[in-house]
């Protein structure tokens, strides 16, 4: 049993898993043809989406587990779980598949010891020449050709007897689909008749496609079984692309897929910006920081999430990444601009490498980002249009009535001279002879390019380039400053 419930459901899809239920107990009715004896479920979502979270809850709800606390409370089911996509490298799927199932005591639990040993024998006899049948020889290994050619040249009568008795591909084939039989009557009289039996098979799309269709295979011929529902998490478009590295690209993979599932549903989409939120809860973002910071910070990455797709793993991924930051460095940094940079900067890190290269690696001009619009993206813009310059030649714009301790001097622009004994010495670039000082509070924060922490190692970033010195402080390592020095 995992350790996943709905009591701690981020994406509110407990309905969803009713919803799910309600098909599962009732699936008799749903059956497409009469003589459809088991029923197949897909669930169809995209990677990063979530499935294999909602699997481990969904799995525990219908063995009827609410919390790590609680007894099994649910008598209408038996719960078997396959992750096709561990078991991909054996050479057929049959085998793996089986064993997960055997392996479970669900099949004998209401059974007799002398009847349960019986029936599980019959049916690892009958897996066995299954098995065996399932990694199939070439027709060639079969027949004899220079017997065959013999036939031929003599009479359709000749042809005829030389396939019934003269070789032994028919008859194993024979004995293969009378083991089929054997296996379906076996499975039919282990299940229980008062409970549901669910498999649930995760990961198909992250299979070998031959692994993958073979087990869509066996569940419709083998496993065609009265009360046994399947339940497959998968990617349908994933999956189609797989297929289609079998049979060609011409072929319609997702209509071959639909005739194996009863019914298909699509896993709702999560409230990103909720699940965000329910994420970054507890995080402290600086000593400052208020609760609407916190809710400015989730409103600008749920824009950034939709402008660029993210899946929750990619979320998920890029908040492990900001925590980091966060106990490196970030934490220091007062502003809530320099937080959407960051974050900013680590989507575009994760998400699209390429434009990530463009910017900090090889310095050029990003017109895509540019044209991208959400909120509090002005400062974002303001970095980036300073990607490609040295940190000491960045101006500033002041407005010396927000500055009292030291501060002299009419509003414009400044850069900075020098920062001595917690000061910055700025001079204007209208002329050297314009000069104004100030302290180095930790609020600081000029142009939101630069903040306290980056000014107090001033001496050590000035002959960076600003998109350098970024990409540091996102890779969490130090360079060696001197190759950037001009000397």
């Not at 004896?37 to 897909?42: D, M, P, R, T």
């Not at 349908?236 to 011409?250: A, C, F, V």
């Amino acid at each position: 049993m995992n350790e996943r419930y709905f009591t701690d459901d981020k994406l509110g899809r407990k309905r969803y898993a009713e919803f799910l239920n309600t098909i599962i107990l009732n699936s008799d009715r749903y059956k497409r043809e009469v003589s459809e004896k088991s029923y197949v479920i897909a669930v169809d979502s995209s990677w990063g989406t979530g499935k294999t979270y909602f699997t481990d809850m969904f799995e525990n709800y219908l063995m009827g587990y609410d919390g790590p606390n609680t007894q099994n409370i649910n008598d209408s089911y038996y719960v078997i779980r396959f992750d096709a996509w561990k078991n991909d490298f054996w050479n057929n799927a049959f085998e793996p598949f089986v064993a997960t199932i055997l392996e479970n005591d669900i099949f004998y639990s209401d059974m007799e010891a002398e009847n349960a040993g019986s029936l599980l024998k019959n049916l690892l006899v009958s897996s066995a020449v299954i098995a065996k049948g399932i990694v199939k020889k070439k027709v060639e290994d079969y027949i004899d050709p220079d017997s065959l050619d013999e036939a031929i040249q003599q009479s359709a009568g000749s042809i005829k007897d030389f396939f019934l008795h003269n070789n032994s591909m028919f008859s194993q084939y024979k004995e293969f689909q009378n083991e089929i039989e054997n296996f379906k009557g076996c499975l039919s009289e282990a299940v229980n008749k008062d409970k549901k039996i669910v498999i649930i098979i995760d990961e198909l799309d992250r299979c070998k496609p031959t692994f993958a269709v073979q087990l869509l295979e066996i569940v419709k011929h083998l496993f065609d079984v009265n009360g046994i529902t399947f339940l497959f998490m998968l990617d349908i478009e994933q999956l189609s692309h797989s297929i289609k590295t079998i049979y060609g690209h011409g072929m319609d993979a997702t209509g071959y897929l639909c005739r194996f599932f009863d019914y298909i549903t699509r896993m709702p989409k999560p409230n990103i910006r909720q699940y965000i939120a329910d994420s970054m809860e507890g995080i402290l973002l600086y000593d400052s920081c208020g609760d609407e910071d916190f809710i400015n910070l989730v409103d600008f990455f749920t824009d950034i999430c939709e402008s660029f797709v993210l899946s929750l793993r990619d979320i998920d991924t890029i908040i492990c990444s900001y925590k980091i930051m966060l106990d490196s460095f970030l934490r220091e940094y007062k502003f809530l601009d320099a937080h959407c940079q960051y974050l900013f900067y680590l989507v575009l890190k994760y998400k699209d490498a390429e434009e990530f290269n463009n910017v900090f690696l090889k310095n050029t001009p990003s017109e895509k980002i540019r044209k991208l619009s959400f909120n509090d993206f002005l400062s974002v813009k303001e970095s980036i249009g300073n990607i490609t310059r040295l940190i000491d030649d960045l101006e500033y714009k002041i407005i010396t009535e927000q500055y009292r301790d030291g501060v002299k001097g009419p509003d414009g622009y400044y850069k900075i001279n020098c920062v001595k004994d917690d000061k910055i010495c700025l001079k204007s670039r209208q002329g050297s002879c314009m000069t104004l000082t100030m302290e180095i509070s930790m609020d600081l924060r000029l142009n939101s390019i630069l903040f306290a922490p980056d000014v107090k190692k001033w001496e050590e970033i000035k002959y960076m380039e600003y998109g350098r010195y970024i990409h540091q402080q996102l890779e969490m390592f130090n360079f060696v400053y001197n190759e950037y020095r001009n000397e």
